[in-house]
């Protein structure tokens, strides 16, 4: 069984900076992309950030690019997003989730597994 368990959520003034972290099991993490992605009640989940199988390859959202980072450690089946200059507006449940092939992409439909989300709330 595939289980992705996001952390690192939480409350942080604007301009700050958070780290999301999302440990996967069950499946051989380092043959799929990974992505995550935020919602926000109301709001369909939108894309923010994708890698590849070996982290050579990243997309990001355009409202994130530049203050996001997405990167990955197959030796502990992690994969994170660092967030920089945060902004009220990147208040979400931020969602990871793991791509049905080793390709990045941006679409909802390339993944297959997703993680419960965790919160974060940006105060302005």
């Known amino acids: 069984q595939v289980q992705l368990v996001e952390s690192g959520g939480g409350l942080v003034q604007a301009r700050g900076s958070l780290r999301l972290s999302c440990a996967t099991s069950?499946?051989?993490?380092?043959?799929?992309?990974m992505g995550w992605f935020r919602q926000v009640p109301g709001k369909d989940r939108e894309f923010v950030a994708t890698v590849n199988w070996n982290g050579g390859t990243t997309y990001y959202a355009n409202s994130v690019r530049g203050r996001f980072t997405i990167f990955r450690d197959n030796a502990k089946n992690t994969v994170y997003l660092q967030m920089n200059s945060l902004k009220p507006e990147d208040t979400a449940v931020y969602y990871c989730?793991?791509?049905?092939?080793?390709?990045?992409?941006?679409?909802?439909?390339?993944?297959?597994?997703w993680g419960q989300g965790t919160q974060v709330t940006v105060s302005s």
């Open positions: 989730a793991a791509a049905r092939t080793a390709e990045a992409t941006t679409l909802y439909n390339g993944y297959d597994y």
């Open positions: 069950g499946r051989t993490f380092s043959r799929n992309a």
